[in-house]
């Protein structure tokens, strides 16, 4: 079936937007042929301009949605400056999308430790070699640099940088978008007041 031409039952269903997310992910995971776990970052620099990446969401549960990064990078340093973020699922395959807002938190040393501990000894040894959003002279720099790095710990693991971190978006707001023909997409919203307050839902015109 056309996605576009979807009945609505049941794709809207219920009053959690974390269930209804639960449910859109696995949709994307069994359809999507390339990283249905990417989701587009927006923060603000010290200009009050938008900026946005695309990154990989790592962990999520009823506290948020976690992904890792340089504290130093510019992500890093606006989520410092202004803790507040909106994220972008788009999954093409399914016509689906999802928009999220709300504040940021650091996810604790622990769970930093354990994703890091988790990850592909590359981009271990990457995180330390690369000042993510400097300037760099020259790609034989990073190579030399990765090389350094790899060398220090004589293919033993290497700890976790100090700079290097997760962050958690905690909801404020969902959007969930599903493409109709002739420009009629639905859009159900969900908002809060606060992290403890209960969710709201409404519908939008397209």
Same mark, same amino acid.
């Given at each position: 079936m056309d996605p576009a031409e979807?009945?609505?039952?049941?794709?809207f269903e219920g009053d959690d937007p974390l269930g209804l997310f639960d449910r859109w992910l696995r949709a994307?995971?069994?359809?999507?042929?390339?990283?249905?776990?990417?989701?587009a970052v927006a923060t603000v620099d010290d200009r009050g301009l938008p900026d946005v990446r695309m990154v990989l969401l790592k962990d999520w549960d009823a506290r948020? %949605?976690? %992904? /890792? #990064?340089?504290?130093?990078?510019?992500?890093?340093r606006q989520l410092e400056a202004d803790p507040k973020a909106a994220l972008l699922f788009h999954w093409k395959s399914l016509r689906r999308q999802v &928009?999220? &807002?709300? #504040?940021?938190?650091?996810? #604790?040393?622990?769970?930093?430790?354990? /994703? /890091?501990?988790? &990850?592909?000894?590359?981009?271990?040894v990457g995180a330390w070699a690369s000042d993510q959003s400097r300037p760099l002279p020259s790609r034989a720099e990073l190579e030399?640099?990765?090389?350094?790095?790899?060398d220090e710990y004589g293919g033993e693991t290497p700890p976790r940088p100090p700079f290097w971190r997760g962050y958690r978006v905690q909801p404020l707001s969902f959007e969930f978008w599903r493409d109709r023909r002739s420009r009629l997409h639905d859009r159900m919203v969900f908002r809060r007041e606060g992290l403890s307050a209960s969710w709201t839902t409404l519908r939008l015109y397209p």
């Open positions: 979807e009945v609505d039952e049941g794709l994307a995971e069994a359809s999507e042929p390339n990283d249905p776990n990417g989701m948020g %949605f976690v %992904f /890792y #990064t340089n504290v130093q990078s510019d992500k890093g &928009r999220i &807002r709300g #504040t940021v938190e650091a996810v #604790t040393e622990a769970e930093s430790d354990a /994703y /890091y501990a988790s &990850r592909p000894r590359g981009s271990q030399a640099r990765v090389q350094a790095v790899d």
